[in-house]
């Protein structure tokens, strides 16, 4: 099992990208009961909270991406989106997706990373 994010690149600020996260080795009733999200991390700092969606809830979004960014699953084909508008320089970080299964004891899952850099 296993996630792997793309879309990430050099963005001028302004600009927009849409990362997407692809979940493998998940079976259905894995991945459609998975808390899924989006975070982020710059060098030096902790991993921050971008978006996720909780089971059966509404989006939530840190402050900063609020207005800015989506974050929006597909179940059929196991991807989870963030299409992030309006880029900030300080946007610039590894943005990673996270999948959280519930009522499985199979832990977390981290994707490898994908850059975002957003130019002046």
């Known amino acids: 099992m296993r996630l792997v994010e793309s879309g990430g690149g050099l963005v001028q600020a302004g600009g927009s990208l849409r990362l997407s996260c692809a979940a493998s080795?998940?079976?259905?009733?894995?991945?459609?009961?998975?808390?899924v999200g989006w975070y982020r991390q710059t060098p030096g700092n902790q991993r921050e909270l971008v978006a996720d969606?909780?089971?059966?809830?509404?989006?939530n979004y840190a402050d900063f991406a609020k207005g800015r960014f989506v974050i929006s699953r597909d179940n059929a084909r196991k991807r989870i989106y963030l299409q992030m508008n309006t880029l900030r320089p300080e946007d610039t970080a590894v943005y990673y997706c996270?999948?959280?299964?519930?009522?499985?004891?199979?832990?977390?899952?981290w994707g490898q990373g994908t850059q975002v850099t957003v130019s002046s």
């Open positions: 996270r999948l959280e299964p519930r009522g499985y004891s199979l832990g977390v899952f």
């Open positions: 080795g998940f079976i259905s009733s894995v991945f459609n009961g998975a808390i």
């Open positions: 969606i909780p089971l059966g809830a509404n989006p």
